[in-house]
């Protein structure tokens, strides 16, 4: 596939099979996500990849997390599109492996009344580190589908961030997000991409 069919046609994937994915075709993804671009070329990220009894543990953990992305879910979408969203929720929608995304622990302690250069200066390290993690998670979706492979971009598992580290032992570090990947068991259309978001100046 070249870059502009794999942009476009990467889905978030709600349903897999149960093919399990090969151990070489998943260090091929993996090693193309370690080459995005990081701030500062830190690379300060870790990558957990979880599969097994471990994994049967992280999804009843998971399934927690559905009380509290409910609200935020209700905000914004009908009930057929917060039903299809919380699926995944409930088994990580039957995805052999499940990758988690880390940076390091930073703990900012704010100032009131700070202006935005004062708060960037606090927060420039975890800034950093997570815009960091995104083009990393972005790499390895892309990856991902280019292999044929499906992926979802999962951030309501923060709310049970506690547990989650609880399970793996993890002390030291914040959990961005986590990705459960697989062969697909379905192909969702596209959404529209909105319109009116890019300025023009001096053209």
Same mark, same amino acid.
Request: glycine share 6%; hydrophobic share 40%; proline share 6%.
């Given at each position: ?65 559905? /009380? ?5 879910? #209700? @905000? !914004?979408? =009908?009930?057929?599109? %917060?039903?299809?969203?919380? +699926? ?77 580290? /609880? ?5 030291? #570090? @914040? !959990?961005? =997000?986590?990705?459960? %990947?697989?062969?697909?068991? +379905? ?17």
């Amino acid at each position: 596939m070249n870059i502009d069919t794999v942009i476009k046609e990467r889905r978030s994937i709600r349903k897999y099979q149960t093919k399990e994915i090969p151990q070489k075709l998943l260090e091929e993804v993996l090693e193309k996500a370690l080459w995005a671009p990081s701030g500062t070329n830190k690379q300060n990220w870790e990558l957990v990849v979880i599969r097994g009894k471990e994994r049967d543990q992280l999804l009843k953990i998971v399934s927690k997390s559905k /009380e509290h992305i409910l609200p935020h879910l #209700k @905000e !914004l979408f =009908s009930e057929k599109i %917060i039903e299809i969203s919380l +699926q995944v929720f409930k088994n990580l929608g039957g995805a052999p492996v499940v990758i988690l995304i880390y940076i390091p622990n930073d703990v900012i302690v704010y100032e009131r009344d700070l202006d935005n250069q004062g708060r960037y200066h606090l927060e420039f390290n975890r800034f950093n580190w997570l815009l960091s993690a995104a083009a990393l998670t972005q790499n390895l979706l892309l990856a991902a589908h280019s292999k044929g492979l499906g992926t979802c971009w999962m951030t309501g598992p923060k709310y049970v961030e506690k547990e989650i580290n /609880e399970l793996l032992n993890i002390t030291d #570090k @914040e !959990l961005v =997000s986590i990705i459960p %990947i697989g062969y697909p068991d +379905q192909s969702p259309p596209a959404p529209p991409r909105k319109e009116g978001v890019i300025k023009w100046v001096g053209f």
